[in-house]
């Protein structure tokens, strides 16, 4: 308990210091912004557009935050740093019922000190609200097929796992369940374990699915009869066999993006993959390992097919790993745990080096300057990473395999969030935070806003009210074919109507001020930085 007072602590500690970074953030920021202040809880909006990219639920559950307790950074964020620390607590629990106390202890602390799940869960994605509800249905999956359960024991954690599936299919469509559904098929064909198939409770299962998930696409379909084409052909198909939204990255994309986000546990990670794939158990029993190992692979390869790859969407993988890492390190002795944590150690001294060289990716966009300011918290990232790994190191040789774990994780854990409370250093160009105190006395009520061939994500939160787009469609394309009459399609008919506003105001980058200004349209800077130009109409200034 002492441990998870300490966790809980540093989990939560950064959550409103930092500023909402692009695009993201502004945008899953937003959307709920926006149902609150318009009411309408059933059609999502970003910008007052529609936007039916992905289901409401997170949006639902920030929409409550702010109702409750205001609009703020920590209240944006809350949803992804509660469902990761509630998916540590999962892992723990189911850790322990299938393999024990020492493995579900270990299981924990692995999932709560790798990088990529701590990153995840501090930043304002789809993804760990997703991955949470995806554990729940393996969870419930496991639990309710392990050896010893009884029937009602089988049917009550199926249940969890169909209402489980649904919340995820809420959070971020179809792979919610398809997802699962694979990975049973895929688990019965390859241990010819038939009889699995009838203990999933179908019947019961669909009809508890159907009940919680279906209400709101049914509505939003009714309300918004364009939704169902959309949603499920481009926003799944499309996404998945083609390069639609410009992500397409080759087949080895998330070799790397694994391979560094499990850290500290990379070694053990291959110790415990190869182990769950030796490991044959009696027929005609349930393999917990052997499930775990083709939940992680299944969902691994099928996100490395996906013509659309970003690096959270393996984060569901997380969970089934730290389980098989935690059901190994119960078995390691001190000594293989010391040879399982020295690389990492080493890396861990290069990145303590190597940190001051981050000033190497400046640009215009974003100055050295930033970097610089940025490079105390790496180091500092890198010197917990390797305290945490150098006491675990010294624990370890003398067989104290708890002692080394905890300090391993907490290490991870403390790294991660040094450097990713040291990036808000890189808000004046990744935030319109800064931008938007500056203007603030120029928002008034029915004065026009427009976004000038850009949209920053960040500024209607910050400033409030949506902006209206000026020759930009891009993710809101689909809204405004629906609604036209929210948007000016290209500049001509900007330019129009900027000479026609008695005051107006616009923002667009630094290259789109210098045509503008190249073409003669009056106008007057009230704001910059590095990646963005506020305007204001002359008259204004006069007036």
Request: charged share 15%; aromatic share 14%; hydrophobic share 55%.
């Amino acid at each position: 308990m002492l441990l998870l007072a300490v966790v809980a602590a540093i989990w939560f500690s950064n959550l409103e210091y930092r500023k909402l970074v692009r695009p993201d953030e502004g945008r899953y920021a937003e959307i709920p912004r926006e149902m609150v202040a318009s009411g309408d809880w059933l059609t999502p909006r970003l910008n007052g557009i529609k936007y039916f990219e992905k289901p409401p639920l997170q949006y639902w559950a920030t929409a409550a935050a702010y109702a409750a307790f205001g609009e703020h950074h920590w209240t944006a964020r809350l949803w992804p740093a509660l469902t990761g620390l509630f998916g540590v607590l999962l892992t723990f629990y189911a850790g322990v019922r299938l393999f024990g106390n020492s493995a579900g202890y270990y299981a924990a602390l692995a999932l709560g000190g790798s990088v990529l799940y701590v990153l995840v869960a501090h930043i304002i994605t789809l993804d760990m609200g997703l991955t949470f509800f995806m554990t729940v249905t393996l969870a419930g999956i496991l639990l309710s097929q392990r050896d010893g359960a009884s029937p009602r024991a089988t049917r009550v954690w199926m249940r969890v796992a169909w209402a489980a599936a649904a919340f995820a299919v809420l959070s971020k469509g179809l792979i919610g369940i398809v997802l699962p559904a694979a990975v049973l098929v895929l688990y019965t064909l390859l241990n010819r374990d038939f009889q699995l198939l009838k203990r999933l409770h179908l019947a019961s299962g669909i009809a508890l699915f159907a009940i919680l998930c279906a209400p709101w696409f049914i509505a939003v379909s009714l309300a918004n009869p364009e939704f169902p084409r959309f949603f499920f052909i481009y926003e799944h198909f499309d996404r998945f066999l083609t390069a639609v939204h410009r992500r397409a990255a080759p087949w080895w994309y998330f070799l790397p993006i694994l391979a560094i986000g499990i850290l500290p546990w990379f070694v053990t990670m291959c110790d415990a993959l190869l182990r769950a794939w030796r490991q044959r158990g009696a027929p005609g029993t349930f393999q917990p390992q052997r499930f775990l190992l083709l939940w992680a692979a299944f969902i691994f390869v099928f996100f490395s097919a996906s013509g659309s790859k970003l690096s959270s969407y393996i984060l569901p993988v997380f969970p089934a790993l730290a389980l098989l890492i935690g059901a190994r390190l119960a078995e390691l002795s001190g000594r293989t745990l010391f040879w399982h944590l020295f690389p990492v150690a080493l890396l861990a001294g290069a990145g303590l080096l190597l940190a001051p060289q981050v000033v190497r990716f400046a640009s215009d966009q974003v100055p050295a300057a930033l970097y610089q300011n940025y490079v105390p918290w790496l180091v500092a990232a890198a010197a917990a990473a390797l305290a945490g790994i150098a006491y675990a190191l010294y624990t370890s040789r003398r067989g104290q395999v708890a002692a080394a774990v905890v300090s391993t994780a907490l290490g991870g854990l403390v790294s991660a969030q040094l450097g990713l409370t040291g990036h808000d250093a890189l808000s004046p160009a990744s935030s319109a935070y800064h931008i938007a105190r500056e203007i603030q006395p120029y928002l008034k009520p029915g004065v026009p806003f427009y976004s000038v061939a850009t949209y920053e994500q960040t500024l209607p939160f910050y400033i409030k009210r949506p902006v209206t787009l000026v020759a930009y469609a891009d993710e809101m394309a689909y809204g405004l074919k629906q609604e036209p009459k929210l948007w000016l399609p290209d500049m001509a008919t900007f330019e129009r109507e900027w000479r026609r506003a008695r005051e107006a105001l616009a923002i667009m980058e630094p290259r789109t001020y210098l045509e503008l200004e190249r073409a003669g349209l009056p106008m007057q800077v009230i704001a910059r930085d590095t990646r963005r130009v506020v305007v204001r109409t002359p008259v204004a200034a006069s007036g």
